[in-house]
Structure formats: structure tokens, C-alpha cells
């Protein structure tokens, strides 16, 4: 006998359905078979003459179960479970207590009405798993709130919030009191009505071809390589123009096509590495320092980026700078940081004035006694980070966390022999801090589990994917970029152009190639930390980016690197003078296409992370695919490097240098 996980309870005539299947309510096989059978019995059952089917817990419908996508699909299905309600002589309610997502949002599409709770959010999230809804969600949707809302929604999967949800006519009304309270009273005062016209029936406008057109391009060209929303779109247009049959024929068969596909299968292996990575097993059951207030030392680009992201947090923010200018300037970036998100409609003024609030700015570190942690985010320079160290460790209580964040410095030297050693760790944020979603999270040699459990905590708290790293140069994410410069740079030495290996990167789907993205960052710092290594005695060969450097092309601050750029276009050129530098040390090209150049520096890559893994600095190759996803452009559709090496079974490239020549099947 199965758990129930559809439970009943008849309330004078009216049936509560509830779905009961933890953690999110998915509809997995079993969830759909109790689903069809109850509805099969209501409708036999006299006594009954409505019925509100609602989620308990938190969420309404996470969706169908993503965990059954690598199976074959299993019967009944969710568009045959949703017809049989829509097709049901009794009315259906549903109530929406939370998230009501892919599958959840179709199953309350298929409800004669809908009632909502303030906590209710209604998405169709699945071509950001790279399929389209396959329970009528291409068909239902727009036939409640038209063409041009529904092929936003579905599209970008954007999420529609109570009140909007309202405003737009997909639900009916919103619970003012106890949201099954009402949906009972909502389905009693309904019970004996006539049946609405269900939303398969509703008449649906066609925009006309110019709206399709121009929504296909659009919708193309950001989705970067992701075939879901174009077909989610051609589903929308079947439907619009062929009638309702003939739009879910379409839908079913997109969607079970895309199931299947290379694109889906990455994006839910990121689904759920993003979500172990919130909750790595090595710190089940470990406690973590609660927190409410965080100092912040350095006002620079990073500090304020870091005090923003943890005020909008609802952390409360000391902010250190040296001097009263250095201080407002750092103030006024945090400001302009909430100001830009005002304009970007991500909170309102009233929010981000209780932002700001929360960020106290102060002329020194005293103030980081009352502080429950400190990260320190000052210029990245051995001297001025250890001394702000020495300093902290007297300021601050024993049990205080101190994080450094830094980029490319050995964490472990910068806190040698200071007192208390448990609390010192490195997190590595990336710019912009209060954007980025990446935050590798790097214990030294003395960190506790407290304290690594606490940065984990923090990071949940601040929306980001935390990954840990070994202490290494470069950590994760810059010790591969490394590796993937050289290889870049060894396919300049064969002959071909950047222009030529930037746009193999940008048909695989990155946004920008390697060299664009060096012209964009600066090639001096890179050049810097070889010069620093190079005067300390090692051995750091030299690279064709260093000629550039010497010959004052630093990249788009100078507006010359690998490219040339116009006064105030940032439009990358090729540049004549790139190639009169570079021609005494580069050979002549063999032809090579797009694809080929994309595999080999994919390949690069992976080689590097499987090296990472074998040194223990990363715990497994996801979390290697999360920092090339989350921090470096990599297309979330090709999962990261270590998953698109492992499907494609691409053998171990066996370098020593970074110019070797392996073949590898094409991308
Ligand atoms: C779909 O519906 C297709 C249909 O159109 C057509 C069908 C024919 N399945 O995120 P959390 C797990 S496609 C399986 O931390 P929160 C998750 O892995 C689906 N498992 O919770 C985690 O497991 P663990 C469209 C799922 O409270 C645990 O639940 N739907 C699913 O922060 C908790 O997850 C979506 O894309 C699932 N659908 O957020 C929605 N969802 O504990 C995806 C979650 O082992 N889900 N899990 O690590 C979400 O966005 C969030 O989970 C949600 C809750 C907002 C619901």
C-alpha cells in the first residue's frame, strides 16, 4: 500500500484535496495516480458537489517530479490527469497556498477556478529546464491572459505574483482571511452555478504574424542556444492559429522531444547540483553562528558590492574605510548600487531607502567589535591585507568569523600565526558582489566546521550558490580561466586570430571569448601578478598577453588590447597592430572550424578541473560546473565543462604544456 499522498476531507457537500508529497508537492508517478483515481471517485461520489484541491506546507505544486526525466514516462500522465478535472461535471477550486510551478500552475489551469492566497506565486519555469510545459500551459495559459502576457511568462519563465496574477485574469480572487476557509465558502456559493467555460474553450485571438516574428527573434537571440523557448513559442502559435487540439499535440510532442534532449539533461543536473550546494553532506547536522551583523572593511568596488548584497539580505552593514573620503566615496557606491536598483524595478525607494539604512559607514575598525563577522574586502595586496588582519584580531572577540576576500592571495599566509585560528577563512566574492551569484568559500588550515557551516548558512541567505575550494592559486574558477588563457593563447602561436577564438566561444554560448573578455577586465592585472611572481624568482613563462601589456594595450581602458576600440564604443575591431606584435611567434593556421577550436578549449578546461579533483581542491565535478556557470559565462544549457566532457566520453587530454593538439569529437 502506497502512502497517500492525495488526502480527502469532505466539509458539508465539498471535497479538500490536498496534496501531501514533501518536500515541494512534485507530481511524480505515484502523486499522479492517486491524483486520477480520487478524481475518478469524486465524480462518482453523489454526496460531493465541488471540490478545492490545494498543496499543504509551503508550496502549492512544485511541478512535475524532475527526478522521473531520465526515465521513460510512466502512466497517467499530467495533461490526462488535468483534463479529467477540467472535464469533471463538479466544479473544481483551487487553492493556491505558495508556488504554484510547471505542472502546478497547469493543474490549477485546469481548475474551473482560482483562488490565492497572498504567499502565492504562479511560474512556468520549464524552458529554464530546457523543455516546454507538457500539461497544457502553452494551450490554457494564454487562452486566460492572452497572447502577449503568456509568451512573456512561458518564454523567460517569469513568475506572476498574487496581485498581478489577479490584475491579469488568471485567478479569480484573493483570499483576504484563511485561504481554505474561503475557498470552502468560495465552493459552497458555486457548487449548484453552471460550470465556467473551462480555459481550453475560451476563445483566443490571433496577434498576427508580425508579433510572432518578432517574438521568435527576440526570444532567439537571448535564449543563446536554448531550443525551449522558441518551441515554446511555436507551441503557442499552433495553438492560436490551429485551435486547442492541435496546440497540445504539439506541446506533447515538443515536450517529450526536449525531455530528451542533450540541453534538458544539463539543466537539471545544475537543478539539483544547485541545490546539494546549498547543503553540502559534510556539514549535515553541524550548527552555525547565527548572524546579524557584518563589518565590512574596504569601500572599494568589491566592499560595497559586499555590504549591498548583505544589507539586501537584511543584514545589518558596518562599512570601514581609512579616511572620511574614502568612506563617502564607498557610501556613495553602495548608494548608487540600491539607486540602480530602484531603476531596475528590483525593489521600490521604500525598500531600498531601509536598505541604505542598514549600511553604517565608519572611519576605521573600531566599530567591528559589535559585529557577529568581519569580512575583510581591502586592495589586493599582501602587506595592506595582513595589517588589517593584525589589527582586527584586536578589535574583534575570539569567536568572531574573519573572512578575507581575496582573489588570487595565499588565504592561509595572510593569517599565519594570528590568535584564533578556527575563525579565519576566505571567501572569494565575484564583482559585481551584490549581482554574482558565485561565492567559493575556501577553509584554510585552521577553519572549524563552524565556521565553514556559517559561510554556507550565509551564503543561502544572500541568494548565492556557495562552493568550497581547496586553497590553491586561483582557488576553483580563476585556476581553470588560467589554464583556459594559455590554451587560447597556444591557439594564437598555431596561427588563428582572437576574433576567430572568441566567436568559437560565443557559438558554443558563451557571452563573450576569452579575449574580449581580458580587453574588458584589464589585461595589466593578470600581467601584474606574473611581474610580482617573476620578481619573487619563479619561473612564470611569458605570455603573448605580457607583449601586449608592454606595448600599453591594456584593453578597453586604454582602448586597445586584443582588439581595438572606438573613443566611445566598446565594439571590439581587429587589430592590425595585435597582429604585427604577435607575428614573429605565431605559425601559420590550419583550418579549423568553430566547433573544433570550442572542444578543444572546453577540453582545456575540463582537464584542469579533473586535475582540481584529483588534488582534493574541489569536492566533485559539479561543484567545478557551478563556479564555470555561476562566476565565467559558461551557457547553463551545456551544464559546464566536466559534465559536457563526461557525456561526451572525451578521453583525458594527457598535457604537459597548454599547446597540445588532441582531437576530440566536436561539440
Ligand atoms: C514540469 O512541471 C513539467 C510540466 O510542465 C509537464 C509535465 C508533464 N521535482 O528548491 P528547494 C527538490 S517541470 C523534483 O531547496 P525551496 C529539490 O531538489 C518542473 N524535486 O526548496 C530539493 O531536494 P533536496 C517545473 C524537486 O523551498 C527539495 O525539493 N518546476 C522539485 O527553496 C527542496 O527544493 C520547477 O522548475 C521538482 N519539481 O523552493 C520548480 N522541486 O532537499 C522547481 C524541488 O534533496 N522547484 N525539488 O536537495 C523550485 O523552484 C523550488 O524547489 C520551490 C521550493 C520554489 C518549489
Known sequence: MNTPLITRQDHNGVALVTIDNPPVNALGQTARQQLCAMIARLDQDDNIRAVVLTGQGKVFVGGADISEFDRPPEAPHLPDAISAIEASRKPWVAAINGAALGGGAELALGCHYRILANSARIALPETKLGIIPGAGG????????????????????????AAESLDIGFADRAAAGDLIEEALDF???IASKPLPVPAAERPLADPGAHFWNTALKRITKAARGNPAPAAALSAIRTGTTSGFAAGMAQ???????LRGSEEAAALRYLFFAERAALRPSSLRGETSSSLRHIGVVGGGTMGSGIAAALASAGLHVELAETSRDALQAGMARVEGIFAAQ???GLCDEVEAADRLVRVRGRVGCQAMARCDMVIEAVFEDRGIKR????????ICSPDMIIATNTSYLDPDTLVRDLPGQDRFIALHFFSPAHVMKLLEIVPLKGSSTRTLATCFALAGRLGKIPVQAGNCEGFIGNRIVKRLRAGAEAM???????????????????GMGPFETQDMAGLDIAFRAREAARACGENVPEMLGDILVRAGRLGQKTRAGWYDYADDDRTPQPSAEVARLLKPLTGVPRPQ??????????????????KILDEGIARNPEDIDLVKVHGYGFPRHKGGPMFHTARRAVPPLHVDGEAAHVIVPEV
Open 187 to 189: 465552493a459552497q456559493q
Open 342 to 344: 530602484v531603476k531596475r
Open 251 to 257: 506541446e506533447r510532442e515538443t515536450f517529450l522531444s
Open 138 to 161: 502553452t494551450q490554457r495559459l494564454p487562452r486566460l491572459i492572452g497572447n502577449a502576457l503568456a509568451t512573456d511568462v512561458i518564454t523567460n519563465g517569469r513568475e506572476i505574483a
Open 593 to 610: 572550424s568553430s566547433a573544433e577550436i570550442a572542444t578543444r578549449l572546453i577540453a582545456i578546461m575540463a582537464d584542469e578541473g579533473q
Open 492 to 510: 594564437l602561436r598555431d596561427g588563428l586570430g582572437p576574433e576567430q577564438i572568441d566567436r568559437a566561444m560565443r557559438d558554443y554560448g558563451f
Open 387 to 394: 595589517a588589517v588582519f593584525e589589527e582586527l584580531v584586536g
